[in-house]
C-alpha cells in the first residue's frame, strides 16, 4: 500500500474531454460562402479548415476573390453613412447586442475555436472568448460616450481588417469592436487556418439585427488579404507578420489609406535576482507556453541574472516537465496542436537550427498521432546572435541567457528590431520600474505577463509596428480629425547647385547647415540660391550626420516637461524680442504665438492610469519617440517651421528639420534664437536643400523613429514607401494648410510626436 505523498505523486489526471458535439453540429461539414451585406453568398472556390490535432476536416469555407472584396468594400461603404449617421448611443445599443448574444454562446465560440485552431478549450474558454465579450461591452461604452470623449473626430469610413490564426476571434474583437463603436464599417479578412469562429460572428450579426453591410467577412488566403488592401477602403487594420506588414505599407504607400500594424515580437522576459523565482517560472509558463507560443507578445527571450541562472533553470525545467501536451478539448491539457504543418515545419526549423548554432535543447518527445504537436522546449547555452534569440519563432520555445547588471539587462533586452512587449520580474519595485523606463516596448508587465485588458492600450514599437488596439488610445486609430483640406501642394522647382565661391560669394559668406548645435558646411560644399541668400545644398551625408547629433542629444528625452516647458518659454520669449529682424508681417507674429502656446503643451500632455480588470494599476505612458524627421511645409516657412518642430520637441524628441525649399531663410534665422535659448545642440538640427531626396534619406534611415512629412504627394508616397524598412510611422500631408488658424495647432501634433507605453503595475491584492 503506497503512502499518501506517494500516492499523490503517482497520480495522474483522468480525461475531462469537453464535448465537440454541438460546434460539430452547427459545422455539420458546411461549405461557407463570404458574409456580405448581411447575408452568406454561394461558396465558391472551397478549401478546407482542418483541426489540427487531428486532421479531420472541419468544414469548407470560400477563397475570396477580388470580385468578393470589391462586392464586400461596397456593401461596406452603401452601410457606411447610415451607420457614421446613428447617434453614439443607438450604434452602442448594437454593440451591447453583439456583446450579450456571443455571451451567450461562448462555450459554442470556445469548442469552435479549440478545433479550429488547436488550442487547448481552457484558454478558449476562460481567455479568448471571455476578453472578446470584453472587447463588445467596453467598445459600446466608447460608442455611447464617442461625441462627449472625441469632439471634432469622424470615422473614417470603411475599414479593412486582416487578423492572423492566433487568437481569431479576440482578434476580430480587437479590430472590429473599435471600428464599430467609432462609426466605421468593416470588411475583415481572417486567417486561411482558422476562419470558423468569424463566420459563426457573421451568425450573430444577423440574429443581432446589425444593419446589413456594417460588418462583412471575407474568407480566403493571403491573395485576399492584398486584395482587401489594394481596395476602395480608407483604413487598412493589420495584425501579422512583419514582413506582410512591411508588403502592405509600401502597397499602401500614396493611396491615403490610414494604416495600423501590429506584427512581431521578440519580447524579453527578465529575471532579476531579487525576483520571486517561483512566480517568475509559473510566469515563463504564461509568457511562452500559453497558447503553443504563438502569441505575437510571447516572452519567448529569459534574461536571468547569473546569480539565480542555475536555480532558476532547474525550476524552470521541472515545472515544463509538468505541461500536459495533447488533446486541445481536454480540460487538462496545458498545451495543444500547433496552428499546422507549415507553422510546426518552420519552428523545428528553427530550433534545429538554433542547435547547429550551438544552442542545447531541453524537450520531451512528441506524443504520437496525426496532430500537430511541439512539446515545449527551452533552449539554453547560447548566446545573443543565436538565431532562436533573433527571430519571431512562434511556437512553445523559449530561449535563455544570462546578464550581470541591470544595465546589461537593458542592452540585451533592447537587442532587438522589434520592441512589442515585456515582462520585468523583480520584488524591488523601484528597480523593476527603472527598467521599464528603458526598455524599447509598447507593452511592460511588472511581475506578470500576457495581461490584456480591452481598457489597456495594446501595440508596438519600432519594427513591431504602429497603432494601438483597445481603450481610449485603441479608439483614435478608428477616428480622424477634420482634415487639412487645403489644395495639393506642388513640389518645389528643381534646384540649381552652385560650387563654393560662385556667384563670386565665398562658400563661408553663404548660409550653414545647423547640425549638434554648431553651424555647418554641407557636406558636398555646394549652395544654391534663393532670393536674398544662398543657402547650403544639404545631401544624404548631411542627414547622417544630423541624425547622430541628434542620437548624442538623448539628454533632451529624459529631462521633465517642465524643463522643456521653460527652455520653449525662454525661445518664445527670444523669437518675440528678435521678430523685428526676423522680417515683418503677421508670421512672425503668429510664429511668437504658436512658440508659446506649444511651450504650454510641454508639461501637460501626460498619459493616462486605466482601470483594467485586474488587480493592476496600468499606466499608459506618453513617450517621445526619440530622433524624428520633420519636413516642414513650403508653404508659412517661418510659421509652419515653428508648428512642426516645436510640438515634437516640447514632446521629448529631438529633431532632423528640413525647412522650405524655396525660401529657407526664416528657419536659418531662428539659429540664432536656438542657441541663446538653452535648446541643448542636436534637439534641433536644420538641413537645407533637395526636399524630395532629403525626405527620402529620413524616410530610409533606421536610426530615424518617426516621419512627418508636409509635403507634394509624390515625396509623401516616396516616404511611405521607404519607410517600410524600419517601419517608422509617418505621417504625410499632401494637402496645404492655413498655418495661422486650428490646422497649425491641433492635437494631433502632439499625439503623432509620442508612442504609447502600457505599464502594468501590481496594485493591491
Ligand atoms: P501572415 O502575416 O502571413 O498572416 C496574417 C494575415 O495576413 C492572414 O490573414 C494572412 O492570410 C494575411 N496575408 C498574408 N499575406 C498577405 C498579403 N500579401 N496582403 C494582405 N494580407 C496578407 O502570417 P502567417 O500566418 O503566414 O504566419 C507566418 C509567421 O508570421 C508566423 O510563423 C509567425 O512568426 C508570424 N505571425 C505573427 C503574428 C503576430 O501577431 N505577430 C500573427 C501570425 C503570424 P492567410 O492566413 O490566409 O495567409
Same mark, same amino acid.
Given at each position: 500500500?503506497?503512502?499518501?505523498?506517494?500516492?499523490?505523486?503517482?497520480?495522474?489526471?483522468?480525461?475531462?474531454?469537453?464535448?465537440?458535439?454541438?460546434?460539430?453540429?452547427?459545422?455539420?461539414?458546411?461549405?461557407?460562402?463570404?458574409?456580405?451585406?448581411?447575408?452568406?453568398?454561394?461558396?465558391?472556390?472551397?478549401?478546407?479548415? %482542418?483541426?489540427?490535432?487531428?486532421?479531420?476536416?472541419?468544414?469548407?469555407?470560400?477563397? =475570396?476573390?477580388?470580385?468578393?472584396?470589391?462586392?464586400?468594400?461596397?456593401?461596406?461603404?452603401?452601410?457606411?453613412?447610415?451607420?457614421?449617421?446613428?447617434?453614439?448611443? /443607438?450604434?452602442?445599443?448594437?454593440?451591447?447586442?453583439?456583446?450579450?448574444?456571443?455571451?451567450?454562446?461562448?462555450?459554442?465560440?470556445?469548442?469552435?475555436?479549440?478545433?479550429?485552431? +488547436?488550442?487547448?478549450?481552457?484558454?478558449?474558454?476562460?481567455?479568448?472568448?471571455?476578453?472578446?465579450?470584453?472587447?463588445?461591452?467596453?467598445?459600446?461604452?466608447?460608442?455611447?460616450?464617442?461625441?462627449?470623449?472625441?469632439? +471634432?473626430?469622424?470615422?473614417?469610413?470603411?475599414?479593412?481588417?486582416? $487578423?492572423?490564426?492566433?487568437?481569431?476571434? *479576440?482578434?476580430?474583437?480587437?479590430?472590429?469592436?473599435?471600428?464599430?463603436?467609432?462609426?466605421?464599417?468593416?470588411?475583415?479578412?481572417?486567417?486561411?487556418?482558422?476562419?470558423?469562429?468569424?463566420?459563426?460572428?457573421?451568425?450573430?450579426?444577423?440574429?443581432?439585427?446589425?444593419?446589413?453591410?456594417?460588418?462583412?467577412?471575407?474568407?480566403?488566403?493571403?491573395?485576399? =488579404?492584398?486584395?482587401?488592401?489594394?481596395?476602395?477602403?480608407?483604413?487598412?487594420? #493589420?495584425?501579422?507578420?512583419?514582413?506582410?506588414?512591411?508588403?502592405?505599407?509600401?502597397?499602401?504607400?500614396?493611396?491615403?489609406?490610414?494604416?495600423?500594424?501590429?506584427?512581431?515580437?521578440?519580447?524579453? #522576459?527578465?529575471? #532579476?535576482?531579487?525576483?520571486?523565482?517561483?512566480?517568475?517560472?509559473?510566469?515563463?509558463?504564461?509568457?511562452?507556453?500559453?497558447?503553443?507560443?504563438?502569441?505575437?507578445?510571447?516572452?519567448? @527571450?529569459?534574461?536571468?541574472?547569473?546569480?539565480?541562472?542555475?536555480?532558476?533553470?532547474?525550476?524552470?525545467?521541472?515545472?515544463?516537465?509538468?505541461?500536459?501536451?495533447?488533446?486541445?478539448?481536454?480540460?487538462?491539457?496545458?498545451?495543444?496542436?500547433?496552428?499546422?504543418?507549415?507553422?510546426?515545419?518552420?519552428?523545428?526549423?528553427?530550433?534545429?537550427?538554433?542547435?547547429?548554432?550551438?544552442?542545447?535543447?531541453?524537450?520531451?518527445?512528441?506524443?504520437?498521432?496525426?496532430? &500537430?504537436?511541439?512539446?515545449?522546449?527551452?533552449?539554453?547555452?547560447?548566446?545573443?546572435?543565436? $538565431?532562436?534569440?533573433?527571430?519571431?519563432?512562434?511556437?512553445?520555445?523559449?530561449?535563455?541567457?544570462?546578464?550581470?547588471?541591470?544595465?546589461?539587462? %537593458?542592452?540585451?533586452?533592447?537587442?532587438?528590431?522589434?520592441?512589442?512587449?515585456?515582462?520585468?520580474?523583480?520584488?524591488?519595485?523601484?528597480?523593476?520600474?527603472?527598467?521599464?523606463? /528603458?526598455?524599447?516596448?509598447? %507593452?511592460?508587465?511588472?511581475?506578470?505577463?500576457?495581461?490584456?485588458?480591452?481598457?489597456?492600450?495594446?501595440?508596438?514599437?519600432?519594427?513591431?509596428?504602429?497603432?494601438?488596439?483597445?481603450?481610449?488610445?485603441?479608439?483614435?486609430?478608428?477616428?480622424?480629425?477634420?482634415?487639412?483640406?487645403?489644395?495639393?501642394?506642388?513640389?518645389?522647382?528643381?534646384?540649381?547647385?552652385?560650387?563654393? =565661391?560662385?556667384?563670386?560669394?565665398?562658400?563661408?559668406?553663404?548660409?550653414?547647415?545647423?547640425?549638434?548645435?554648431?553651424?555647418?558646411?554641407?557636406?558636398?560644399?555646394?549652395?544654391?540660391?534663393?532670393?536674398?541668400?544662398?543657402?547650403?545644398?544639404?545631401?544624404?551625408?548631411?542627414? @547622417?550626420?544630423?541624425?547622430?547629433?541628434?542620437?548624442?542629444? +538623448?539628454?533632451?528625452?529624459?529631462?521633465?516637461?517642465?524643463?522643456?516647458?521653460?527652455?520653449?518659454?525662454?525661445?518664445?520669449?527670444?523669437?518675440?524680442?528678435?521678430?523685428?529682424?526676423?522680417?515683418?508681417?503677421?508670421?512672425?507674429?503668429?510664429?511668437?504665438?504658436?512658440?508659446?502656446?506649444?511651450?504650454?503643451?510641454?508639461?501637460?500632455?501626460?498619459?493616462?492610469?486605466?482601470?483594467?480588470?485586474?488587480?493592476?494599476?496600468?499606466?499608459?505612458?506618453?513617450?517621445?519617440?526619440?530622433?524624428?524627421?520633420?519636413?516642414?511645409?513650403?508653404?508659412?516657412?517661418?510659421?509652419?517651421?515653428?508648428?512642426?518642430?516645436?510640438?515634437?520637441?516640447?514632446?521629448?524628441?529631438?529633431?532632423?528639420?528640413?525647412?522650405?525649399?524655396?525660401?529657407?531663410?526664416?528657419?536659418?534665422?531662428?539659429?540664432?534664437?536656438?542657441? !541663446?535659448?538653452?535648446?541643448?545642440?542636436?534637439?534641433?538640427?536644420?538641413?537645407?536643400?533637395?526636399?524630395?531626396?532629403?525626405?527620402?534619406?529620413?524616410?530610409?534611415?533606421?536610426?530615424?523613429?518617426?516621419?512627418?512629412?508636409?509635403?507634394?504627394?509624390?515625396? &509623401?508616397?516616396?516616404?511611405? !514607401?521607404?519607410?517600410?524598412?524600419?517601419?517608422?510611422?509617418?505621417?504625410?500631408?499632401?494637402?496645404?494648410?492655413?498655418?495661422?488658424?486650428?490646422? =497649425?495647432?491641433?492635437?494631433?501634433? *502632439?499625439?503623432?510626436?509620442?508612442?504609447?507605453?502600457?505599464?502594468?503595475?501590481?496594485?493591491?491584492?
Amino acid at each position: 500500500m503506497p503512502t499518501v505523498s506517494e500516492a499523490l505523486s503517482l497520480m495522474d489526471y483522468g480525461p475531462a474531454p469537453e464535448s465537440p458535439a454541438v460546434a460539430l453540429d452547427w459545422l455539420k461539414g458546411r461549405t461557407f460562402g463570404q458574409f456580405i451585406a448581411g447575408a452568406f453568398t454561394a461558396p465558391r472556390d472551397p478549401f478546407d479548415s %482542418v483541426n489540427p490535432a487531428t486532421g479531420a476536416v472541419l468544414a469548407q469555407v470560400s477563397q =475570396g476573390s477580388e470580385a468578393d472584396v470589391a462586392a464586400a468594400v461596397k456593401a461596406a461603404r452603401a452601410a457606411a453613412r447610415k451607420w457614421a449617421g446613428l447617434s453614439g448611443g /443607438q450604434r452602442a445599443r448594437h454593440l451591447y447586442a453583439l456583446a450579450r448574444l456571443m455571451q451567450k454562446r461562448e462555450r459554442l465560440f470556445a469548442v469552435i475555436e479549440s478545433l479550429d485552431n +488547436g488550442k487547448p478549450i481552457r484558454e478558449s474558454r476562460d481567455i479568448d472568448v471571455p476578453l472578446a465579450v470584453r472587447h463588445f461591452y467596453h467598445h459600446a461604452g466608447w460608442a455611447e460616450l464617442i461625441a462627449d470623449e472625441f469632439p +471634432g473626430m469622424r470615422p473614417h469610413g470603411v475599414c479593412g481588417q486582416i $487578423i492572423p490564426w492566433n487568437f481569431p476571434l *479576440l482578434m476580430l474583437a480587437w479590430k472590429a469592436a473599435p471600428a464599430l463603436a467609432a462609426g466605421n464599417t468593416v470588411v475583415l479578412k481572417p486567417a486561411e487556418q482558422t476562419p470558423l469562429s468569424a463566420l459563426l460572428f457573421a451568425e450573430l450579426c444577423i440574429e443581432a439585427g446589425l444593419p446589413k453591410g456594417v460588418v462583412n467577412i471575407v474568407t480566403g488566403d493571403g491573395r485576399t =488579404g492584398a486584395a482587401l488592401v489594394a481596395s476602395d477602403v480608407d483604413k487598412i487594420a #493589420f495584425t501579422g507578420s512583419t514582413e506582410v506588414g512591411r508588403q502592405i505599407r509600401r502597397a499602401t504607400a500614396g493611396s491615403g489609406k490610414a494604416l495600423t500594424l501590429e506584427l512581431g515580437g521578440k519580447s524579453p #522576459f527578465i529575471v #532579476f535576482a531579487e525576483s520571486d523565482l517561483d512566480a517568475a517560472v509559473e510566469g515563463v509558463v504564461d509568457a511562452i507556453w500559453f497558447n503553443q507560443g504563438e502569441v505575437c507578445c510571447a516572452g519567448s @527571450r529569459i534574461l536571468v541574472q547569473e546569480s539565480v541562472a542555475e536555480r532558476f533553470t532547474r525550476r524552470l525545467k521541472a515545472r515544463m516537465a509538468t505541461l500536459r501536451v495533447g488533446d486541445p478539448l481536454d480540460k487538462s491539457t496545458d498545451i495543444g496542436a500547433v496552428v499546422d504543418r507549415v507553422q510546426l515545419d518552420r519552428i523545428r526549423g528553427i530550433v534545429d537550427q538554433a542547435v547547429a548554432e550551438g544552442a542545447v535543447l531541453h524537450q520531451a518527445p512528441a506524443p504520437n498521432g496525426p496532430g &500537430c504537436f511541439c512539446p515545449p522546449a527551452l533552449l539554453t547555452d547560447l548566446g545573443a546572435a543565436n $538565431i532562436a534569440m533573433t527571430e519571431e519563432i512562434f511556437g512553445p520555445v523559449v530561449a535563455l541567457m544570462t546578464f550581470r547588471t541591470p544595465d546589461e539587462a %537593458v542592452a540585451l533586452a533592447n537587442n532587438t528590431r522589434y520592441g512589442l512587449a515585456a515582462s520585468i520580474w523583480n520584488e524591488n519595485i523601484t528597480a523593476a520600474l527603472d527598467i521599464a523606463a /528603458q526598455v524599447k516596448a509598447g %507593452v511592460v508587465w511588472i511581475n506578470g505577463t500576457n495581461l490584456f485588458d480591452a481598457n489597456a492600450p495594446f501595440g508596438g514599437m519600432r519594427e513591431s509596428g504602429y497603432g494601438r488596439e483597445g481603450a481610449r488610445e485603441g479608439m483614435l486609430a478608428y477616428l480622424t480629425g477634420a482634415g487639412a483640406g487645403g489644395r495639393a501642394r506642388n513640389a518645389p522647382e528643381a534646384l540649381s547647385p552652385l560650387p563654393a =565661391g560662385a556667384s563670386g560669394d565665398a562658400v563661408d559668406r553663404t548660409r550653414k547647415l545647423y547640425i549638434g548645435g554648431a553651424q555647418k558646411r554641407p557636406d558636398g560644399g555646394y549652395s544654391y540660391a534663393v532670393p536674398g541668400a544662398q543657402v547650403p545644398l544639404g545631401g544624404r551625408k548631411d542627414i @547622417r550626420n544630423a541624425v547622430e547629433a541628434a542620437h548624442k542629444a +538623448g539628454g533632451w528625452s529624459r529631462v521633465t516637461g517642465h524643463n522643456r516647458a521653460q527652455v520653449l518659454y525662454f525661445l518664445a520669449e527670444n523669437l518675440n524680442a528678435r521678430a523685428r529682424d526676423l522680417g515683418p508681417g503677421d508670421e512672425v507674429a503668429q510664429a511668437v504665438e504658436r512658440a508659446f502656446y506649444w511651450a504650454a503643451w510641454a508639461d501637460k500632455y501626460d498619459g493616462k492610469v486605466h482601470s483594467t480588470a485586474s488587480s493592476q494599476v496600468t499606466l499608459a505612458m506618453k513617450e517621445p519617440f526619440g530622433v524624428m524627421g520633420i519636413v516642414c511645409p513650403e508653404e508659412a516657412p517661418l510659421l509652419g517651421f515653428v508648428s512642426t518642430v516645436l510640438p515634437a520637441i516640447a514632446m521629448g524628441n529631438r529633431v532632423i528639420a528640413v525647412p522650405s525649399q524655396a525660401n529657407p531663410v526664416p528657419a536659418l534665422d531662428l539659429v540664432q534664437v536656438l542657441d !541663446t535659448s538653452d535648446v541643448p545642440g542636436g534637439v534641433v538640427n536644420i538641413v537645407t536643400g533637395p526636399r524630395a531626396e532629403l525626405t527620402d534619406t529620413l524616410a530610409k534611415h533606421d536610426d530615424v523613429a518617426a516621419l512627418w512629412v508636409f509635403a507634394d504627394a509624390t515625396t &509623401c508616397a516616396n516616404a511611405e !514607401t521607404q519607410s517600410a524598412g524600419n517601419l517608422k510611422p509617418v505621417w504625410t500631408d499632401p494637402l496645404t494648410r492655413d498655418w495661422s488658424g486650428p490646422q =497649425g495647432q491641433s492635437r494631433e501634433f *502632439l499625439r503623432r510626436a509620442v508612442q504609447v507605453k502600457t505599464v502594468w503595475v501590481p496594485y493591491g491584492a
